[in-house]
């Protein structure tokens, strides 16, 4: 929101020396946080004056129109002469009362004015448009002024409101009536004990009669529709300079009289409204709950599909404008529109705040109605505006309007008047609940130490105690609280935590970068990741209120996001990319309870607890790794090397390894991977295999769902399964003797896993044996069709002795020979 400063003191009464800054930081300290305070206009220095053109001489001779004029702008020149000035612009005539920047003025941006030769004519100066005034966005021409506006020759910087102070601020969720001026005028003269003057606070007669109809039909979808009529409107009446100022400084765009008053008062008192052109509605104005299938043009001419949670306002012939958000086409204000009906109703927020999400539409009314608007305003806000409309455009306020009322009046909250006090931890003096209450507008009562409050319309975010201590605490200042170091506690990291950051060091040392992707997932993720339909990964929790229509489940998997993040960072040019992420899948348990809604007075008990627990999912903490591009540069050094399914595995051996579990590796099929380089991988727990997860090269089709360099692979699994085959890490005793080494190649069939001969030679051998590794795998004309050599280094030694010869062979021959009884495998000749 942001808030001139002169508009401001309007409605308070502060003092002359409290600056624009000094009241931001007061604000901020209150609640209220302005991001920065804009000084417009800043860098403007004068002669900048009121001018009245005399003569203009059309130039011929040139690509474009060129006028030579003459201009009064009496002694400001220090001669009293015309002014002579070269100007392109054609909208103003001889008598015209313009704004005139003279030789040596400094216009917004460093734009200097000089006296200078062009077009053949002498220009010394320059008749200036709103842009270059920095008043708002017009390119049409320069600024008329009306007549009477200002004296011909006075500085013109002060009266046109050149320079302004204007506060940013950044009004969260729960502070809608921060979102007008009314709203922040209020807070203000609370902080510094000054009188405010409301604006809404006007005497408005009662209705001589019915107005035009309007039918709520639904109280929950709305509780207050206001309509008033002005007749005989000039649709050509200009929006006032002040008022277009004033819009273009809270960062409204200018658009027509009509359209800028609804604006107008939308920022003053935080009611927005909607004009409609009498003439084009038929019949009874209706608030209603959209149908099935209904459809609207809006103001922005998208054509929308209408859902039934969305509320619309409709005439005879059907949905004219999205409640709370926007306007239709078919009723829009227009260049000749005389009749106006201005509405101002009080909507759903929560259905407000669904619309603008399902249309992707936010608008400066979507986010006043979403967080909550003033129940009791409606009535003055649409009179102001009628006002308005008759003051500045011509037109006849009409007595009779319509005003239907539907609202309830707030209940009472009960509250120790030292409740704020003990959740501050200070000791506030006696009455400061009551005066801070008071304050913010609440009707209270008090009862010894207890106060009862009934919060104002104005402040639907005020629900329970502890809303009512938020607003003495921030009044009486967040600085003032004390700061107490709290007393240490914890006995440092736990087991898990020390694994999570184990793993992510050892992955970013092998040159992987963590990624932080949105927990959220859709059905053309799972699509893309070629699922079948009865895939235990599409079982998925679907959100009440998405962020993203298109992702509205809690993810399954890290894979959609890591894909994401890598097609990303490929279509920017960084074609070699290694990526994890470490996080919660969420698994729906069947069956589950929903989950109870608590009271927030007090702490839930161990039976409610027990209650939340059981609603919700299960939430395996996994590691995912995406991997695509060179993972070996080419250079003087080498020819490098391309990234291989073998990466990913190795991705998930380095994590086993930093928690100290031995991994088995096998081969496997399993979408998203490419049936033939994928490999399933599996630790033991308790003696029983226990799967972790996957890894290896991505299937092509989902390479080309998530548009991935080709190649691309991937590993995914499960931190938590890893962590339970955690056994007490033993400290090895470590030998002084010298190790014996061992080669033995075997001859296999093709189809033998590497790692199941391993895992024989490694039984057989014994407890001699410290390492056996694979060092070379041979298939051609020495051995036969369809079998493969394999050729292992084994590493054995002993505690207390220097082995023999003898004993080292006698436990190789055992290796293979549990080799050979297990594996079908032959000594190679």
Same mark, same amino acid.
């Given at each position: 929101?942001?808030?001139?400063?002169?508009?401001?003191?309007?409605?308070?009464?502060?003092?002359?020396?409290?600056?624009?800054?000094?009241?931001?930081?007061?604000? =901020?300290?209150?609640?209220?946080?302005?991001?920065?305070?804009?000084?417009?206009?800043?860098?403007?220095?004068?002669?900048?004056?009121?001018?009245?053109?005399?003569?203009?001489?059309?130039?011929?001779?040139?690509?474009?129109?060129?006028?030579?004029?003459? +201009?009064?702008?009496?002694?400001?020149?220090?001669?009293?002469?015309?002014?002579?000035?070269?100007?392109?612009?054609?909208?103003?005539? #001889?008598?015209?009362?313009?704004?005139?920047?003279?030789?040596?003025?400094?216009?917004?941006?460093?734009?200097? !004015?000089?006296?200078?030769?062009?077009?053949?004519?002498?220009?010394?100066?320059?008749?200036?448009?709103?842009?270059?005034?920095?008043?708002?966005?017009?390119?049409?021409?320069?600024?008329? /002024?009306?007549?009477?506006?200002?004296?011909?020759?006075?500085?013109?910087?002060?009266?046109?409101?050149?320079?302004?102070?204007?506060?940013?601020?950044?009004?969260?969720?729960?502070?809608?009536?921060?979102?007008?001026?009314?709203?922040?005028?209020?807070?203000?003269?609370?902080?510094?004990?000054?009188?405010?003057?409301?604006?809404?606070?006007?005497?408005?007669?009662?209705?001589?009669?019915?107005?035009?109809?309007?039918?709520?039909?639904?109280?929950?979808?709305?509780?207050?529709?206001?309509?008033?009529?002005?007749?005989?409107?000039?649709?050509?009446?200009?929006?006032?300079?002040?008022?277009?100022?004033?819009?273009?400084?809270?960062?409204?765009?200018?658009?027509? %009289?009509?359209?800028?008053? =609804?604006?107008?008062?939308?920022?003053?008192?935080?009611?927005?409204?909607?004009?409609?052109?009498?003439?084009?509605?038929?019949?009874?104005?209706?608030?209603?709950?959209?149908?099935?299938?209904?459809?609207?043009?809006?103001?922005?001419?998208?054509?929308?599909?209408?859902?039934?949670?969305?509320?619309?306002?409709?005439?005879?012939?059907?949905?004219?404008?999205?409640?709370?958000?926007?306007?239709?086409?078919?009723?829009?204000?227009?260049? =000749?529109?005389?009749?106006?009906?201005?509405?101002?109703?009080?909507?759903?927020?929560?259905?407000?705040?669904?619309?603008?999400?399902?249309?992707?539409?936010?608008?400066?009314?979507?986010?006043?109605?979403?967080?909550?608007?003033?129940?009791?305003?409606?009535?003055?806000?649409?009179?102001?505006?009628? #006002?308005?409309?008759?003051?500045?455009?011509?037109?006849?306020?009409?007595?009779?309007?319509?005003?239907?009322?539907?609202? @309830?009046?707030?209940?009472?909250?009960?509250?120790?008047?030292?409740?704020?006090?003990?959740?501050?931890?200070?000791?506030?003096?006696?009455?400061?609940?009551?005066?801070?209450?008071?304050?913010?507008?609440?009707?209270?009562?008090?009862?010894?130490?207890?106060?009862?409050? +009934?919060?104002? @319309?104005?402040?639907?975010?005020?629900?329970?105690?502890?809303?009512?201590?938020?607003?003495?605490?921030?009044?009486?200042?967040?600085?003032?609280?004390?700061?107490?170091?709290?007393?240490?506690?914890?006995?440092?990291?736990?087991?898990?935590?020390?694994?999570?950051?184990? +793993?992510?060091?050892?992955?970013?040392?092998?040159?992987?970068?963590?990624?932080?992707?949105?927990?959220?997932?859709?059905?053309?993720?799972?699509?893309?990741?070629?699922?079948?339909?009865?895939?235990?990964?599409?079982?998925?929790?679907?959100?009440?209120?998405?962020?993203?229509?298109?992702?509205?489940?809690?993810?399954?998997?890290?894979?959609?996001?890591?894909?994401?993040? /890598?097609?990303?960072?490929?279509?920017?040019?960084?074609?070699?990319?290694?990526?994890?992420?470490?996080?919660?899948?969420?698994?729906?348990?069947?069956?589950?309870?929903?989950?109870?809604?608590?009271?927030?007075?007090?702490?839930?008990?161990?039976?409610?607890?027990?209650? !939340?627990?059981?609603?919700?999912?299960?939430?395996?903490?996994?590691?995912?790794?995406?991997?695509?591009?060179?993972?070996?540069?080419?250079?003087?050094?080498?020819?490098?090397?391309? *990234?291989?399914?073998?990466?990913?595995?190795?991705?998930?051996?380095?994590?086993?390894?930093?928690?100290?579990?031995?991994?088995?590796?096998?081969?496997?099929?399993?979408?998203?991977?490419?049936?033939?380089?994928?490999?399933?991988?599996?630790?033991?727990?308790?003696?029983?295999?226990?799967?972790?997860?996957?890894?290896?090269?991505?299937?092509?089709?989902?390479?080309?769902?998530?548009?991935?360099?080709?190649?691309?692979?991937?590993?995914?699994?499960? /931190?938590?399964?890893?962590?339970? *085959?955690?056994?007490?890490?033993?400290?090895?005793?470590?030998?002084?003797?010298?190790?014996?080494?061992?080669?033995?190649?075997?001859?296999?069939?093709?189809?033998?896993?590497?790692?199941?001969?391993?895992?024989?030679?490694?039984?057989?051998?014994?407890?001699? %044996?410290?390492?056996?590794?694979?060092?070379?795998?041979?298939?051609?004309?020495?051995?036969?069709?369809?079998?493969?050599?394999?050729?292992?280094?084994?590493?054995?030694?002993?505690?207390?002795?220097?082995?023999?010869?003898?004993?080292?062979?006698?436990?190789?021959? *055992?290796?293979?020979?549990?080799?050979?009884?297990?594996?079908?495998?032959?000594?190679?000749?």
């Amino acid at each position: 929101m942001r808030v001139p400063l002169t508009w401001l003191r309007e409605y308070v009464d502060l003092p002359a020396e409290v600056t624009a800054r000094r009241l931001a930081d007061r604000l =901020t300290l209150a609640g209220l946080e302005v991001e920065t305070v804009d000084a417009l206009g800043a860098d403007i220095t004068g002669p900048i004056v009121y001018g009245k053109v005399l003569t203009i001489e059309e130039l011929t001779g040139f690509k474009k129109p060129i006028r030579f004029c003459t +201009v009064d702008v009496g002694r400001a020149n220090g001669t009293g002469e015309p002014q002579e000035i070269v100007c392109g612009a054609r909208n103003f005539s #001889e008598g015209d009362l313009v704004v005139v920047c003279l030789p040596g003025a400094e216009l917004p941006g460093g734009f200097r !004015i000089g006296a200078r030769k062009t077009y053949g004519r002498m220009s010394e100066g320059m008749i200036c448009s709103a842009s270059e005034l920095g008043l708002w966005e017009d390119h049409t021409g320069i600024v008329v /002024l009306p007549e009477g506006f200002g004296q011909v020759g006075e500085d013109a910087i002060g009266p046109l409101g050149l320079r302004e102070d204007v506060l940013d601020i950044a009004v969260t969720p729960d502070r809608g009536y921060a979102l007008s001026i009314r709203g922040v005028a209020r807070d203000t003269a609370a902080l510094y004990g000054v009188d405010f003057h409301d604006p809404a606070d006007m005497d408005v007669p009662r209705p001589t009669g019915e107005g035009h109809p309007g039918r709520i039909e639904d109280p929950e979808l709305a509780d207050r529709l206001v309509l008033r009529g002005a007749s005989g409107f000039d649709p050509e009446a200009p929006t006032p300079l002040w008022m277009k100022r004033r819009l273009h400084q809270s960062g409204v765009r200018p658009v027509s %009289l009509a359209v800028d008053v =609804t604006n107008y008062v939308m920022l003053e008192l935080g009611q927005p409204l909607h004009a409609w052109d009498r003439e084009r509605l038929s019949g009874t104005v209706a608030v209603r709950a959209a149908t099935a299938g209904e459809k609207l043009e809006t103001l922005d001419h998208v054509q929308r599909s209408l859902d039934p949670d969305d509320i619309v306002i409709a005439d005879d012939t059907g949905a004219q404008a999205l409640a709370g958000v926007m306007g239709g086409v078919d009723t829009e204000i227009g260049l =000749t529109s005389s009749e106006v009906l201005i509405e101002a109703a009080h909507f759903d927020t929560r259905r407000i705040a669904r619309a603008s999400r399902r249309h992707q539409l936010s608008s400066e009314a979507s986010r006043r109605f979403e967080r909550g608007v003033d129940s009791a305003v409606q009535l003055a806000a649409a009179t102001r505006a009628v #006002e308005l409309l008759a003051e500045l455009g011509g037109a006849t306020v009409e007595s009779a309007y319509t005003d239907l009322d539907r609202t @309830t009046k707030r209940r009472p909250i009960t509250v120790k008047a030292s409740h704020a006090g003990s959740v501050a931890g200070v000791d506030y003096p006696e009455g400061t609940t009551q005066k801070w209450l008071r304050a913010i507008g609440c009707a209270v009562e008090t009862d010894g130490d207890v106060v009862r409050a +009934v919060p104002p @319309t104005w402040r639907p975010d005020l629900t329970d105690p502890n809303d009512l201590a938020e607003e003495v605490i921030r009044f009486e200042g967040y600085e003032n609280i004390p700061s107490i170091r709290p007393r240490a506690s914890g006995r440092g990291l736990t087991s898990s935590q020390r694994l999570r950051r184990a +793993v992510g060091r050892v992955l970013a040392d092998v040159g992987f970068h963590e990624v932080l992707n949105y927990p959220f997932l859709g059905e053309r993720d799972l699509d893309g990741l070629q699922l079948a339909s009865d895939d235990d990964r599409r079982s998925a929790l679907r959100l009440a209120n998405p962020l993203n229509d298109g992702e509205p489940m809690l993810r399954t998997t890290l894979l959609p996001g890591l894909f994401k993040a /890598l097609a990303r960072n490929v279509g920017r040019g960084m074609n070699d990319v290694a990526l994890y992420e470490m996080g919660l899948v969420y698994r729906p348990r069947p069956d589950a309870p929903p989950a109870p809604i608590l009271p927030v007075d007090r702490a839930p008990g161990a039976d409610e607890l027990a209650l !939340i627990d059981a609603a919700l999912p299960e939430q395996p903490r996994r590691v995912g790794v995406v991997i695509a591009g060179q993972v070996e540069r080419a250079g003087w050094w080498g020819p490098g090397r391309e *990234a291989l399914w073998a990466d990913a595995i190795q991705a998930a051996r380095d994590i086993a390894r930093v928690a100290g579990v031995e991994l088995e590796v096998e081969a496997a099929q399993r979408t998203p991977w490419h049936p033939g380089r994928c490999a399933a991988l599996y630790v033991r727990v308790d003696g029983e295999r226990l799967l972790v997860g996957h890894a290896g090269e991505l299937h092509p089709r989902a390479v080309k769902a998530f548009g991935l360099p080709e190649r691309t692979a991937a590993m995914e699994v499960e /931190l938590d399964r890893i962590e339970r *085959a955690r056994t007490p890490v033993v400290a090895p005793r470590v030998s002084t003797y010298p190790v014996a080494t061992q080669d033995v190649a075997l001859v296999v069939d093709d189809s033998v896993p590497v790692e199941r001969i391993s895992e024989a030679l490694a039984e057989g051998a014994g407890e001699l %044996l410290e390492s056996v590794r694979l060092f070379d795998v041979y298939t051609g004309e020495q051995v036969d069709e369809g079998r493969k050599s394999v050729a292992f280094a084994l590493r054995f030694r002993a505690e207390d002795r220097t082995l023999t010869a003898e004993e080292a062979g006698a436990a190789r021959d *055992a290796a293979v020979a549990v080799a050979a009884e297990r594996t079908g495998a032959v000594l190679r000749g």
